[in-house]
């Protein structure tokens, strides 16, 4: 009874990609993508920051929340195909520090692709990502107009050419006005731009830490007049952040092996399936894409390894998949370890 997943233009110009085609998603390589953030600078610091790469190409950018979890921008993930996302982590793509694979992306239920409202999505990775989640920031209101928020993304940095996308950059902007749901910001020579979408927009509060303000939503065509972040503290329920307890407790939907028991979490309930009970054991089902109860393969060596092992005289191992011996007494040797060629033989 494993599991049934179901999956649930703008008129301004939205910071990556106009949504996801599917598995028969074509695009071409794109050429000359070396860097990110029209005016910003390169940046190889807050690790919890990094490249979302769609069929090995830079997509979207996003942010560690929790171990698995990484908020982006709705628009990046609607349509896609989470087997053929990744979350590097790294200065650049060709400079990669970590490359996870993605086990499920979830838009905000009421994101508006027409309007662009609500433009914020959950990534859950198929592993823990090795680096310190980031803060969120609980609450923003009109006084935040006049703040300078530190912004971070491995997008394009020339919006007429579309070129410069691939580097990890960051660069200061002050926001000038401040909605419901959304922040804009607009000053001379700056901005984010295609490839920046998901990306966060932090605060910088009075202890000096960096709290996710905001993720990169839309702008103008060419990245030159305006930007637009979707606020983060109106989606608190919606990435998790209101409540101390993780109902899926870090679990995931692709799941994991303990031992012969697979765990995994559906509907935010976490689930356990002892794989012995049927004469199964844990593992990956490649094509399923998750961790299943699966045949037991058969061991043809039964055990036995090719280094072998003594059982008294005799030397026991196994090669090219059959068990062979050597009674070892029968010419007045012994069994013993060859250390020279690293496995158990008939040694004087």
């Not at 697979?262 to 689930?271: A, D, F, R, S």
Request: charged share 15%; hydrophobic share 30%; net charge negative.
């Amino acid at each position: 009874m494993r599991r049934v997943l179901i999956s649930v233009v703008l008129t301004v110009f939205v910071l990556g990609v106009f949504g996801c085609a599917d598995d028969t998603y074509t695009r071409s390589p794109l050429v000359d993508r070396g860097s990110t953030i029209v005016g910003g600078s390169t940046f190889t610091g807050l690790p919890a920051v990094g490249s979302l790469v769609y069929h090995g190409q830079q997509y979207c950018t996003g942010t560690v929340i929790a171990p698995r979890k990484v908020v982006t921008a709705a628009h990046c993930v609607v349509g896609c195909s989470p087997s053929n996302m990744q979350f590097v982590i790294g200065p650049s793509l060709s400079s990669a520090e970590h490359v996870i694979p993605v086990a499920s992306m979830v838009p905000y239920s009421g994101y508006n692709s027409y309007s662009s409202a609500n433009d914020i999505a959950m990534v859950t990775l198929s592993r823990d990502a090795p680096v310190e989640p980031m803060g969120v920031l609980q609450d923003m209101d009109s006084s935040f107009v006049g703040e300078r928020l530190f912004f971070v993304g491995y997008g394009v940095t020339n919006g007429y050419q579309q070129t410069g996308s691939g580097v990890k950059r960051a660069v200061w902007m002050t926001v000038s006005q401040v909605n419901s749901t959304s922040f804009r910001y607009d000053p001379k020579g700056m901005n984010t731009c295609s490839g920046d979408s998901g990306g966060p927009a932090f605060y910088q509060n009075a202890a000096g830490d960096l709290l996710l303000a905001g993720v990169t939503s839309y702008g103008d065509k060419y990245c030159v007049s305006y930007g637009v972040n979707t606020r983060i503290d109106p989606f608190l329920d919606f990435c998790g952040m209101n409540s101390n307890t993780d109902p899926c407790q870090g679990e995931t939907y692709q799941g994991r092996c303990d031992g012969d028991t697979v765990v995994w979490c559906e509907n935010q309930q976490v689930h356990t399936q002892d794989c012995a009970d049927d004469d199964k054991q844990c593992g990956f089902d490649p094509q399923k894409n998750y961790f299943a109860c699966i045949e037991t393969p058969v061991d043809p060596c039964n055990g036995e390894t090719y280094q072998g092992r003594c059982d008294g005289d005799t030397v026991i191992w196994c090669e090219n998949g059959q068990v062979k011996s050597i009674d070892c007494g029968a010419n007045g040797n012994d069994c013993g370890f060859n250390s020279s060629g690293g496995y158990y033989d008939c040694i004087q």
